[in-house]
């Protein structure tokens, strides 16, 4: 009998995913990781426009899940020398993206051909 993965602890939306991926992104590449970084980011990447609520909805849906942790950064006169909260994803959160990259990767396996940018399925 084949064994199969262990399932994953955390199960996350697609847009969960991309949030997640966002923060990594920016802190792994020294960014400072607060809402507007974060959307403009994942805008960026995923060529598309992120409504700001969205974005905030989701970071602290993912905080109260402890995959993400926060803090209050320094006030900045762009922001009315209010504080940003600052990002960064949790131990915890760091291996749920991990396992939700490993299972879009087990997916498309064998797929790569029909997968191919400007190839229609037949």
Known sequence: MA???ASPSVVLGEFEVVVLLAVLHLVEHDQPAYGSTIRDAIAQRANRPVARGAVYVT???LESKDLLSS???EPTPV???RPKRLFKLTP???KAV???VALV???QQGLEPVL???RAHS
Do not use: E, I
């Open 79 to 81: 922001r009315d020398n």
């Open 105 to 107: 990767n087990r997916m």
């Open 59 to 61: 970071l602290d849906r």
């Open 3 to 5: 064994s199969t993965p």
């Open 92 to 94: 915890t959160g760091l």
């Open 71 to 73: 803090r209050v950064g």
């Open 116 to 118: 191919r940018p400007g």
């Open 98 to 100: 991990r396992q939700a």
